[in-house]
């Protein structure tokens, strides 16, 4: 039996397998094309790579831009005064509510409500889905001032950003974050109000960014288990990751230690709940929602505590806002025959790490990307996996349906647009 499943971000194929009534694989084969990014920087100077790869996506663009600029700059030993560092931290949590928004309740609300799509929805609550496009669209024009654009913006670059927020364009975000946060709020009531997600021990190890605020950017990572936490250096990643590929997919596939691994929201909240904007803790607690999350189809409550966290905290930061200098550091040509230069920063969907080494004419000869959902790939199977085994012969004919809904509480970003899914056992 084949399914189709809308609701995720590029092609990909589930294959449930199942012998005499009984489920023993679940393969999610990544069937979108190559599409060479890492090889089309080869040869451009790292000004033109930053463009280059924020096109990789359209929801997280300024990921991309943000973990390139970050790499050139500690490589290069490139000073960023704090104040520019500050916006584009706000410019990256603008786009993680743009993206949460467009996941919580276009994406994945329909699951918990027994409804094959966001139309659905508006069939039976015009409200919710009006207000939700609502939403969006305050995102989207919070992203249009602070980047220039509304997808894959340019407002960063080495060193600095090409133009800082005016006075009046302050005045303007903080109308919108305000009328944000009043159309959020019922939605997200609705949402922690839900009584049907799922609340099984459905985990895996955790692993985030490492540092003194909610996860963001770091130089360091940690990875957590049910026993310990290590800490380990950016610049290690692909030291400590295993490494796979398998048939069927054109995604690597990626373990530490042996082990299936979760990056983004809900590892997030899990480990750093403590240090979310207070007023975005009391507000989901305040539902009875706390750390930790036990089941990945949870992450949907995380999400909508990161969209507060990250509206607050652009209220904050443009209630006391001051413009400033445009700042155009001098890029000097590398003082070697060739540099490595590595950073990550969360992505919505998780840790996004870059790695390139360039020569000295500051031009990349090779580039390594590891994208937060290629991480994912291992624990959306296994988590599928064990569900189903522990359904035993009752998952036969359910199979397709919670194996699909464990994947889309991922958010996985299979490409930049929407496709198709198609589910078969």
């Keep these: 039996m084949e399914r189709v499943l809308t609701r995720v971000e590029g092609e ?20 979108e094309a190559p599409r060479f990014f890492e090889y089309i920087v080869r040869g451009k100077h790292i000004n033109n790579v930053v463009e280059i790869v924020s096109r990789v996506c359209g929801l997280c663009g300024v990921s991309y831009m943000l973990t390139a600029t970050r790499a050139f ?37 329909p699951d918990f409500l027994e409804m094959p799509n966001s139309f659905r929805l508006g069939a039976v609550n015009s409200a919710m889905l009006r207000n939700s496009m609502k939403l969006l669209t305050l995102a989207v024009n919070i992203m249009d001032i602070l980047g220039g654009r509304t997808h894959n913006v340019v407002n960063i670059k080495i060193g600095g950003v090409y133009k800082p927020p005016s006075e009046s364009d302050a005045v303007k975000i903080v109308k919108l974050i305000k009328d944000a946060i009043e159309l959020f709020k019922p939605l997200a009531d609705f949402v922690l109000s839900l009584k049907n997600i799922p609340e099984e021990k459905l985990a895996k190890p955790l692993m985030i960014l490492h540092g003194n605020g909610y996860p963001h950017v770091s130089d360091e990572i940690a990875f957590y288990n049910s026993e310990n936490a290590e800490i380990f250096d950016v610049q290690n990643f692909e030291n400590v990751l295993d490494v796979m590929q398998r048939p069927g997919k054109t995604a690597l596939l990626y373990k530490y230690k042996g082990q299936s691994y979760i990056v983004g929201p809900f590892a997030r909240f899990n480990t750093s709940y403590d240090r979310l904007h207070g007023e975005a803790r009391d507000f989901v607690s305040s539902y009875g929602w706390k750390p930790p999350l036990k089941d990945v189809r949870q ?26 200098e445009i700042y155009s550091p001098r890029i000097e040509p590398a003082k070697a025959d060739k540099l490595r230069c590595v ?46 085994r522990m359904l035993g012969r009752a998952a036969e004919h359910e199979a397709a349906k919670l194996t699909e809904r464990i994947v889309r509480a991922f958010d996985p970003c299979i490409s930049c647009s929407v496709h198709v899914l198609s589910s078969k056992y």
């Design 12 to 31: 990909g194929k589930v294959l449930v397998k199942v012998k005499e009534g009984n489920v023993i694989d679940v393969e999610i084969q990544i069937t």
């Design 299 to 324: 992450q949907i409550i995380a999400r909508v505590a990161e969209i507060l966290d990250s509206l607050l905290t652009l209220r904050d930061f443009f209630q006391n806002y001051k413009p400033f």
């Design 73 to 109: 700059e500690k490589c290069l030993k490139i000073d960023v005064p704090q104040e520019v560092e500050e916006l584009r931290r706000i410019i990256h949590l603008a786009e993680r509510v743009k993206s949460h928004v467009i996941h919580v309740f276009l994406l994945n609300l």
């Design 343 to 388: 950073a990550a920063v969360e992505a919505p969907r998780g840790i996004l790490y870059h790695r390139y080494d360039i020569d000295e004419k500051l031009k990349v000869l090779h580039c390594n990307i590891i994208t937060p959902t290629a991480q994912n790939i291992l624990a959306m199977e296994e988590l599928s996996q064990e569900k189903l």
